[in-house]
């Protein structure tokens, strides 16, 4: 009997997917050996390849192997002063899978060779499930490529990533990833050490969703490492006025560009990963201005089945991560990132366990939403809840704006559950008082360090310096031990996060 075989893969005709024809000129990505011999397929259309062999025995080697070649880029950052990109195209490979099969039973099935360095599995991006169902001489192989490695190519286009690179500490690894099926086109992964190496583990998720950043439309343009650099990296005591734990005056502002990031502070994520030493990667969709995509967003239902776990699986696959045996996900979200944060928790309630809120937009319009997640678990301390807000003056008057609604939501739940110390919902600032800068009155002594130029902070732009603070929350560099941020805090209080 012969033996066929069909190789096909998902979102074929992608720009990251490349096949000939599918852009003219592009390299045939499928590759597969019998012994000595090479196959040419005898069936061939975008996304799908037939083969057939009449060996009954030996082994089938599969290479699939797709190259990228991306345009010419030049232009300055949009923030940063003298950070340039330009080059004249890029190519790399975005996906390399390499799997040895066995012909078995007569010459009419399949079995995947089990390699070490996927802890005794086959590659993590071909479908066992599909291997399986193998009947009448026909062996389906199907490759998952939702996700792509993206990285050579971020780093080629992205100004300021030079920056980014010579003011890292620590040990978190940035990889930039491709999403095939669906949108943003570009998500991050940020792993710390302890998802690092061979074996397996549980693991968890944190997906960031970030305020609006610049407006991108494909991967081989100008983009900028600047607004994601400032969350990622930690402050530190001298150097330029955003690269501190507290907010320079605007007369440090050289140019109109640098005056609009004056009251942005780092924020420390990727020093918050490693140290809380826990099994859990923060994976941030790039928004496109305000978007995050549309029915396949970021926020859309089946969030786990099309985002998360096909992330996982992309960077087990290239060896960034261990195996995970599971994964556990949590949200957050800072700012207008908060809108798509709620939708994404209201279209995907059962599957999220934790949820970050730093001074969110829309938290009073899904606050039903939020309650009816946190009660859906069968304990008190199934979820946890954690959220940061700011107050605002309104015509002279202090009133607590998202305060307002944070402290509502964590009344409520309390109320509900009869327990006013109810530690898995917080809502913090404790008090407006936090927010003062009368240090006879403020309780928060991190607050009046990154406030400390004060005397030239209006209330518009106390507004703003409230925000930012919202995400950054902690270090006072030249103090010891380092204080925390707020997402260093939540990370480590989580106990659904290990």
């Not at 005709?13 to 011999?37: K, Y």
């Not at 967003?297 to 290239?318: H, K, Y």
Request: charged share 20%.
């Amino acid at each position: 009997m012969a033996l066929t075989i069909v190789v096909r893969w998902d979102n074929a005709g992608h720009t990251l997917l490349p096949e000939p024809g599918l852009p003219a000129g592009a390299a045939e990505p499928i590759e597969l050996e019998v012994g000595d011999a090479t196959l040419s397929p005898i069936e061939r259309k975008a996304g799908f390849r037939k083969y057939r062999t009449e060996a009954t025995s030996g082994t089938v080697e599969l290479r699939a192997k797709f190259t990228v070649s991306l345009g010419a880029v030049k232009g300055a950052s949009r923030t940063f002063t003298g950070m340039t990109v330009d080059t004249s195209g890029e190519t790399h490979t975005v996906l390399d899978i390499e799997q040895s099969f066995n012909i078995t039973d007569g010459g009419s099935k399949l079995e995947g060779v089990k390699q070490s360095k996927y802890d005794n599995k086959v590659h993590p991006l071909i479908d066992r499930k599909a291997l399986k169902s193998a009947q009448g001489g026909v062996t389906p192989i199907h490759l998952f490529t939702d996700f792509v490695d993206i990285t050579p190519f971020w780093k080629a286009y992205a100004a300021a990533f030079s920056y980014y690179e010579s003011n890292k500490t620590g040990n978190v690894d940035l990889v930039a990833l491709g999403r095939t099926n669906g949108e943003p086109k570009i998500w991050f992964a940020h792993i710390p050490p302890k998802l690092k190496g061979g074996g397996a583990a549980s693991m968890g998720c944190v997906i960031f969703y970030r305020p609006s950043s610049y407006s991108y439309s494909k991967i081989d343009e100008l983009h900028d490492m600047w607004p994601l650099a400032r969350h990622l990296l930690k402050p530190k005591e001298a150097g330029l006025f955003f690269e501190k734990d507290s907010i320079a005056p605007l007369s440090s502002v050289s140019t109109p560009a640098e005056n609009k990031i004056a009251y942005f502070i780092r924020s420390g994520i990727e020093h918050a990963l490693e140290a809380v030493e826990k099994k859990v990667l923060l994976l941030q969709p790039w928004p496109s201005g305000t978007s995050f995509g549309g029915t396949r967003g970021a926020f859309a239902p089946n969030l786990w089945q099309d985002a998360v776990w096909p992330a996982f699986r992309l960077l087990w696959s290239i060896q960034a991560i261990k195996r995970p045996r599971s994964v556990v996900t949590g949200l957050a979200g800072f700012s207008s990132g908060g809108a798509a944060m709620w939708k994404a928790l209201e279209n995907n309630a059962s599957k999220i366990c934790d949820v970050y809120a730093f001074d969110c937009e829309q938290t009073e319009k899904y606050q039903n939403i939020i309650q009816k997640w946190f009660k859906s678990g069968k304990t008190a301390y199934d979820h946890q809840l954690f959220m940061v807000g700011q107050y605002e003056e309104w015509n002279g008057k202090r009133w607590q704006g998202p305060m307002t609604t944070n402290r509502a939501i964590r009344l409520a739940l309390t109320t509900h559950y009869g327990d006013p110390k109810l530690t898995s919902v917080l809502a913090l600032p404790d008090s407006v008082d936090s927010w003062d800068l009368d240090p006879n009155i403020c309780d928060n002594p991190y607050w009046l360090h990154a406030t400390q130029h004060r005397t030239w902070l209006i209330e518009a732009e106390l507004k703003e310096a409230r925000h930012q603070f919202s995400m950054f929350g902690g270090y006072v560099t030249h103090k010891r031990p380092a204080t925390v941020t707020f997402l260093h805090r939540f990370l480590r209080d989580s106990w659904n996060f290990t």
